[in-house]
């Protein structure tokens, strides 16, 4: 193990910015949630008991992906196990773990989120809600797991929601889109019974999105200019 400060300096500091982003969002609240990101055979991770909204880069441990500490100085998050579940099962870049008040909120009363606008298709659609188990244990890791079959987010009941992504701002963006989702939902739920896309809505908006390169900025051709 080493204890150099500038070891993994960049993803370290990836990370320490990932949590102050989502902390100044509203999503973090205290030392409760969790970030990581993989390079190769490591991976970046938030210490436990940290204030996340406020993380340093020297908060945030190297662990292999059998959660080896290979730098730094304080104990890893005890959620380590479902993140490493996630990276050995999906093969992904990141992953972020909040306790977002709207999705926690959700994951009180749903067995899952509907999918209720197309933006959650870039989540999978329907989001699922992981039953419920004590956090940090394996039953919860394997849980969660479950859930994000197929999927880039899923709520954990009665605790909050995780996300993942090929890369740590795509996996922040997937945390911020959920959400925004719960919200939305919330507040339809209050005045009704929410619509959901069916099944044909949905595969008609993922090939339009194909078709219009859906997400991406577009050039145009230069403007021609009269004599």
Avoid at 82 to 95: D, I, K, P, Q, S
Avoid at 118 to 133: E, M, S
Wanted: aromatic share 4%; glycine share 10%; proline share 5%.
């Amino acid at each position: 193990m080493t204890d150099s400060s500038s070891a993994w300096s960049a993803e370290r500091a990836a990370v320490a910015d990932a949590c102050r982003r989502l902390g100044a969002e509203g999503l973090l609240i205290g030392t409760a949630g969790n970030v990581s990101v993989r390079t190769e055979d490591r991976v970046a991770i938030t210490a436990t008991g940290a204030v996340l909204a406020d993380l340093t880069p020297d908060q945030v441990t190297v662990v292999d992906l059998d959660g080896k500490i290979v730098s730094g100085r304080l104990r890893p998050t005890s959620e380590l196990d479902l993140h490493l579940g996630v990276y050995h099962r999906y093969g992904t870049g990141a992953v972020v773990h909040t306790h977002a008040p709207m999705a926690t909120a959700l994951s009180l009363v749903l067995d899952e989120l509907p999918c209720i606008h197309y933006q959650l298709l870039t989540l999978g659609g329907t989001v699922r809600v992981a039953p419920y188990a004590t956090f940090g244990t394996p039953e919860l890791a394997e849980s969660v797991l479950t859930a994000l079959e197929g999927r880039g987010g899923a709520l954990m009941a009665n605790h909050g929601a995780v996300t993942h992504a090929p890369t740590l701002d795509k996996a922040v963006e997937h945390a911020l889109l959920l959400e925004w989702a719960c919200g939305v939902y919330q507040s339809a739920a209050a005045l009704g019974q929410p619509r959901v896309l069916d099944e044909q809505q949905q595969l008609a908006v993922i090939e339009a999105a194909v078709a219009r390169n859906y997400g991406t900025t577009q050039s145009v051709p230069p403007v021609q200019e009269g004599p």
